[in-house]
């Protein structure tokens, strides 16, 4: 049985690989950790595991490595798309898969991590266009402006309440927003679109759009207000 760390600071996140790691039954979530302290007291506490990090945490890369070989333990680094893979393979992790990766391939990364071999995407440093992902680019089209703002808010791990008061709306319109979502992207709840998005970069590209603007909108309204 592998045992496997996860650590990463979205909740949605962890909550997205453990969903695909679970469907393997030689792996083991022995515990989700949200920020580095955590991460380095599981690292202690359950030796000889299997420590999937999102590298976007920015522990102390050396210590924890330290850590990782004077435990037994072995780390596969979780990059955004545009890094290089190489570079965290040099710094001592085992494995390396990009935010986006599908889940089969990140089974078959900690499988191989597992066994003692290394890791790390086909690419070092991954390119894709959008003429790459043709579902990722049907789906946003599809969706309206309003409904990407709130695919933007799911994959931040937003309930619906909260996602209505950022929108100024109420709770029901919330949720029959995400009846329309799960409609046009083949989804059946909140972590399968949040997953569907990260996995389709184009999708995740308009949905981070999404975002910022929100976030700058949120800025301007409180400057105004002063």
């Excluded at 990364?109 to 992902?133: F, K, L, N």
């Amino acid at each position: 049985m592998n045992k496997i760390i996860l650590a990463d600071s979205q909740a949605i996140f962890r909550a997205g690989t453990a969903k695909v790691l679970a469907m393997d039954e030689d792996m083991r979530i022995i515990a989700q950790c949200a920020d580095i302290e955590r991460m380095f007291h599981a690292i202690t506490t359950f030796p000889g595991s299997i420590v999937l990090l999102a590298a976007s945490l920015q522990p102390d890369f050396t210590r924890l490595i330290l850590l990782l070989e004077s435990t037994g333990s072995r780390g596969i680094a979780v990059i955004e798309n545009h890094e290089n893979a190489t570079h965290y393979l040099q710094m001592g992790f085992r494995g390396v898969v990009f935010r986006n990766v599908s889940g089969t391939a990140l089974v078959e990364c900690v499988r191989r991590v597992a066994s003692g071999d290394i890791s790390m995407p086909t690419h070092a440093v991954q390119i894709e266009s959008p003429e790459d992902d043709l579902v990722g680019a049907r789906v946003r089209d599809r969706l309206t402006p309003k409904e990407m703002r709130i695919v933007a808010l799911i994959v931040q791990g937003c309930k619906n309440r909260e996602i209505a008061q950022r929108l100024k709306t109420t709770e029901q319109v919330i949720k029959n927003y995400l009846r329309s979502i799960y409609d046009k992207t083949g989804v059946g709840d909140r972590l399968e679109l949040a997953l569907f998005t990260i996995h389709h970069r184009v999708l995740a590209k308009a949905a981070a759009e999404a975002g910022h603007k929100m976030e700058a909108e949120a800025r301007d309204a409180q400057e105004a207000a002063v």
